[in-house]
């Protein structure tokens, strides 16, 4: 095993197995209440509920905040203002065959009333809900993270950006 993980063989074969790359942008918004907003989603493939922050892949040119910003809005009808990067993961889908970087954004401010109409072709937003710690409780949340440390990490004012490692779906 190499020095990021891989074997000599798994690293080749990531490689030729052409996947795509992208890159996603992530609002954390957080209220008053000490909850997160986070949207439900139906897996098309699976029909399985689970819930994430709002997010999406950039557009052809546009930069990461400008990304977490439309996706938000796109997804919840929120107008946010981003604070700062507080997380980063890779997920290798081999479903859709690519590989995606995840930049997570917090949202230092938001305005606006929640509403959603943007159906995504693959998993469909049911709902938006927010959700306190003690909500998420035996839901699928993604990143896990969302479940348990960010919550210790957003009353630290996250001192340092958190690399959340790789999956596989």
């Known amino acids: 095993v190499g020095k990021y993980g891989y074997s000599r063989g798994e690293k080749a074969s990531l490689r030729y197995n ?4 992208r890159i996603r942008s992530v609002a954390i918004i957080v209220n008053d209440k000490n909850q997160i907003l986070l949207c439900r989603n139906r897996s098309a493939h699976t029909g399985q509920d689970y819930y994430v922050p709002p997010g999406g892949g950039l557009d052809d040119g ?5 990304n977490a910003v439309r996706e938000a809005k796109e997804e919840t009808g929120l107008e946010i203002e981003i604070d700062k990067l507080v997380y980063y993961a890779e997920f290798l889908s081999s479903h859709f065959k690519c590989h995606n970087l995840e930049l997570y954004f917090l949202a ?24 306190g710690q003690s909500d998420l409780t035996g839901k699928r949340v993604f990143p896990d993270i969302l479940k348990d440390k960010f919550w210790e990490d957003l009353k630290n004012g996250f001192p340092e950006v958190r690399y959340l490692g790789q999956t596989s779906l």
């Open 18 to 21: 052409y996947m795509q790359q």
């Open 108 to 131: 230092k401010s938001f305005k606006g009333q929640i509403k959603w109409d943007h159906p995504d072709a693959d998993d469909v937003i049911e709902e938006v809900v927010w959700l």
């Open 62 to 66: 546009e930069n990461v905040l400008i």
